[in-house]
């Protein structure tokens, strides 16, 4: 069974131009998660999709974030304009059961560095 | 409202002796609790969760957790390094009735040989 696949795995950028990261969750997923760690800190919640509905994102940063995820199968992840702080490792993580925590799949991150 | 710490953000032990990578939480209503690792290039994996019930739970690799109310801590043990166990650790907490998962700042955890 794959497991929860993110692309890409390192993006560089220029602050200003615009980065759509992507998320395939394990099939069958309902419930996808985008997080985020700034270097040095703590991973922190960006939000969470139940199917195509987002059902909590309270974490999200500011409006230059844009996610979505059509059909309630893959998710995209969009910044756009970059800043020098958006500079991080973005992960997304699945789940099939609500709440469990231990039935969460995390990929492997995608490392974004804006210059 | 929930958050973790982790003391030390870099441990170094020898192979063969007991690793120990400190977690405290504080939580408004009864956690739980989780420790995972990432390897290099590789996603977080699961080690080990408190939920309910017996407060010394035993995780993969060899890892164990205590869950201590009184202490608000959830240390993560092992008696014996390995080599393999070099890695990056983060504990977390999540709520009851919460989907979110609130992590502490991570231990990387360097064996020496």
């Known amino acids: 069974e794959a497991g929860v696949t993110q692309f890409p795995s390192h993006s560089v950028i220029e602050k200003g131009q615009t980065v759509t990261l992507r998320c395939d969750p394990i099939s069958g997923h309902d419930n996808l998660y985008w997080y985020r760690r700034v270097m040095g800190k703590e991973i922190k919640f960006l939000l969470h999709f139940v199917k195509e509905s987002k059902q909590d994102e309270s974490g999200m940063p500011n409006n230059r974030f844009l996610a979505e995820r059509t059909g309630g199968t893959y998710s995209t992840l969009k910044v756009q304009p970059a800043e020098l702080e958006d500079s991080g490792v973005y992960f997304c993580?699945?789940?099939?059961?609500?709440?469990?925590?231990?039935?969460?799949?995390f990929g492997s991150g995608t490392q974004l560095s804006v210059l | 409202a929930q958050s973790v710490t982790q003391l030390g953000s870099h441990v170094s032990v020898s192979e063969g002796a007991l690793v120990l990578l400190r977690c405290n939480y504080s939580s408004s209503v009864p956690p739980y609790l989780f420790w995972y690792v990432q390897y290099p290039n590789q996603g977080l994996q699961l080690l080990l969760k408190y939920t309910t019930g017996a407060t010394l739970v035993k995780g993969i690799n060899g890892f164990e957790a205590e869950f201590k109310k009184s202490e608000t801590s959830f240390h993560l043990t092992k008696p014996s390094a390995h080599m393999s166990d070099a890695a990056e650790y983060f504990c977390a907490v999540m709520g009851f009735g919460n989907e979110k998962l609130t992590f502490g700042t991570g231990t990387r955890l360097t064996i020496i040989p």
């Open positions: 993580a699945s789940s099939q059961d609500y709440g469990s925590g231990e039935k969460l799949f």
